[in-house]
């Protein structure tokens, strides 16, 4: 009995050390993902990383990522924007080079004090916010609670309202799963959970895929996602979204199986001058899919009188 005790002990040692994934060195992702036009800035505490480009002197456009992104995802929707706007783009904190967050604070109050204190130290009054399913999520409860700091709001398939498992003022139940990703994240396991974000599953490219590997890898960065999940508490959005005074365009993909363009209506209904753009055969992330297809709606909303 001692000997398959010994034994079952040795294979459960070997599984562990066959699925663990360490993270990787910071000097070596800084030197593949933050030439310039990247730099890192003093924000709130935290060593920020973004990328600031366009026209300096032309209205500023915020592009915030989703969850377990980075601000790789605009990459090739930024340079078509150049030449109309000053296109800032980052990695929120705990994701991508920015990392964890010192102060371990993953709640949306957090993220908008932090968008809050890059805008005072870009020297930027106002801009345009554009957020991305989670950062879709922040950027709504940012132009609620400043108004003054937003000029025009543009929301693809934002996070907000309750879903099945998901409901309002309730304590958060961190899957086992989940708890486990700061030890392993199995490539199988990373494209089975990348890949319903596209409608074309072929979009994930071998280079798409291991740009998310990288960043997920990146020091600390699992263990913020799963504290982020232990933070966040949904309040009920309709008295946020009421706040809003922006004008506002939804960007969803027909095709979105992560968050069903269905749930545009429940935005529709708390903001009633917004206006519903659909992207034809495209899924959660059109600024991957097919960048021309979404920035042609965003452009037009932007420059509009």
Wanted: glycine share 6%; hydrophobic share 50%; charged share 20%.
């Amino acid at each position: 009995m001692r000997l398959i005790l010994i034994l079952g002990a040795l294979v459960l040692l070997a599984a562990a050390w066959w699925l663990y994934t360490p993270d990787r060195p910071r000097a070596a992702l800084e030197a593949s993902y933050a030439a310039p036009p990247s730099r890192f800035l003093e924000v709130a505490g935290l060593r920020l990383h973004l990328r600031d480009t366009g026209r300096p002197e032309a209205p500023a456009l915020i592009l915030l990522h989703g969850f377990a992104s980075s601000l790789q995802a605009w990459e090739e929707v930024a340079p078509m924007l150049e030449a109309d706007f000053r296109v800032i783009r980052l990695d929120l904190p705990g994701f991508g080079l920015t990392g964890p967050d010192p102060s371990g604070d993953y709640t949306d109050a957090r993220a908008l004090a932090v968008l809050v204190a890059l805008m005072d130290r870009l020297g930027l009054a106002r801009a345009h916010i554009l957020g991305s399913s989670m950062g879709g999520r922040i950027a709504w409860r940012f132009a609620a609670a400043h108004p003054e700091r937003v000029d025009r709001l543009v929301l693809m398939a934002p996070d907000g309202f309750a879903s099945p498992g998901i409901g309002y003022d309730a304590p958060p139940r961190v899957p086992l799963l989940l708890r486990a990703l700061p030890y392993t994240l199995p490539d199988r396991l990373l494209r089975a959970s990348l890949e319903p974000a596209y409608a074309d599953p072929a979009t994930l490219t071998p280079a798409r895929f291991a740009t998310y590997r990288d960043m997920l890898l990146a020091p600390g960065v699992r263990q913020a996602i799963v504290a982020r999940a232990g933070q966040h508490v949904l309040p009920p959005p309709e008295p946020i979204l009421a706040r809003i005074s922006a004008p506002t365009l939804l960007l969803w993909g027909a095709e979105d199986r992560m968050v069903p363009v269905a749930n545009a209506q429940d935005y529709l209904r708390a903001l009633p001058e917004a206006r519903l753009v659909v992207l034809p055969g495209l899924g959660h992330v059109p600024m991957e899919e097919a960048p021309a297809s979404m920035v042609a709606p965003l452009r037009e909303f932007l420059t509009a009188p």
